[in-house]
Nanobody, 127 residues
Framework: QVQLAESGGGLVQAGGSLRLSCAASGRPSNNYNMGWFRQAPGKEREFVAVSKWSDGLIYYADYVKGRFIISRDDAKNTMYLQMNSLKAEDTAVYYC????????????????????WGKGTLVTVSS
């Protein structure tokens, strides 16, 4: 079992930056694919970014590419999401997720097949 806990959300002005953290406990994070999703009010959960543990590949959703950076420090069992040039449409609850086995569709289609989830952290971007 892996427990995930997000932190770092808050209120930020459009154009600003924020860094989210996801702390993993229970098992070492270096054997898990870890990533981020978000869910805006009234909308479905959507994929943001993922970091594969086996080969280090990283994937981003088109709407955050070039603005967000996912990284991980496996020595600290922590994953990060650096969010730059934030827009009002980035407002959402951000969730971290993890899974031991890599199935791309699990990440690209809302995450329903993923094993572990945090409770989320709210990011509000004011315009």
């Amino acid at each position: 079992q892996v427990q995930l806990a997000e932190s770092g959300g808050g209120l930020v002005q459009a154009g600003g930056s924020l860094r989210l953290s996801c702390a993993a406990s229970g098992r070492p994070s270096n054997n898990y694919n870890m990533g981020w999703f978000r869910q805006a009010p009234g909308k479905e959960r959507e994929f943001v970014a993922v970091s594969k543990w086996s080969d280090g590949l990283i994937y981003y959703a088109d709407y955050v590419k070039g603005r967000f950076i996912i990284s991980r420090d496996d020595a600290k069992n922590t994953m990060y999401l650096q969010m730059n040039s934030l827009k009002a449409e980035d407002t959402a609850v951000y969730y971290c997720a993890a899974a031991q086995f890599w199935i791309y569709n699990d990440w690209s289609t809302g995450g329903s097949g993923l094993s572990y989830w945090g409770k989320g952290t709210l990011v509000t971007v004011s315009s």
